[in-house]
């Protein structure tokens, strides 16, 4: 079973449009963590956000909120005014605890594309 | 301050070859983990070491892939005789400390293409 699941694979908006970008993910674990990255098209991954299980407070940095929703185990992203810097790949992943593994789960990603 | 280093970026080998990844992790750290990432799709993770140790080796292929991180020098993925379908982008990532604790720093990857 895909432990996250993004179902979304590809989002346009228009420029100035807020955007949230989906994630499930699927854990018997009680400690865990949930990640954000962006893949832009230089390929390189970027560390956006990590969450642990414990702290279900909504975040926010500047364009970006995260919701995070433990009773639905979804953690979605929102880009508010979106730019087409934000023009990328956007991987959602879950590190487990148990066993001591320390690998992360990613999701398939969302590509999503800003129209300027 | 430099980030993790992977090199060579772009590797091109004919089918049979060997390719030789080099991830050098974040100055200070000891946990290196590997990820393959096949095209359109996220990554898979590989394997997770720490300086001369095999961790977790879970993700890699029973067969021609081997990894290793020694006490000094570059962590290094192999892949012995390879194939067109090990053509991905393999990604070295290090941490500090488990990495419950703190998130993976990511290279840049390498791009394999296999011909």
């Known amino acids: 079973a895909q432990k996250v699941t993004q179902a979304q694979t590809e989002i346009s908006v228009v420029e100035k449009e807020d955007v949230t970008l989906d994630c499930v993910y699927e854990?018997?674990?009680?400690?865990?963590?949930l990640f954000w990255y962006k893949q832009p098209p230089s390929g390189e991954l970027v560390f956006l956000i990590r969450r642990n299980s414990f702290d279900e407070q909504n975040e926010i940095s500047g364009r970006y909120s995260w919701n995070f929703q433990k009773s639905t185990s979804s953690f979605n992203f929102t880009i508010t005014a979106s730019q087409v810097v934000d023009s990328a790949v956007y991987f959602c992943?879950?590190?487990?605890?148990?066993?001591?593994?320390?690998?992360?789960?990613f999701g398939t990603g969302t590509r999503l594309t800003v129209i300027p | 301050n430099a980030g993790v280093m992977q090199n060579p970026r772009h590797l091109v080998r004919r089918r049979g070859q060997e390719a030789r990844l080099r991830c050098s992790p974040v100055k200070g750290h000891s946990h290196v983990y590997w990820y393959r990432q096949l095209p359109e799709e996220g990554l898979k993770f590989m394997v997770y070491l720490q300086k001369e140790n095999i961790i977790d080796e879970s993700g890699m292929p029973k067969e021609r892939f081997s990894a290793e991180f020694p006490k000094e020098g570059p962590s290094i993925l192999r892949i012995q005789q390879v194939v067109r379908g090990d053509s991905a982008a393999y990604f070295c990532a290090s941490s500090l400390r488990d990495s419950r604790l703190t998130e993976q720093f990511f290279g840049p990857g390498t791009r394999l293409t296999v011909l």
């Open positions: 992943a879950l590190s487990e605890s148990k066993g001591g593994a320390n690998n992360l789960f």
């Open positions: 854990t018997r674990d009680t400690t865990y963590y």
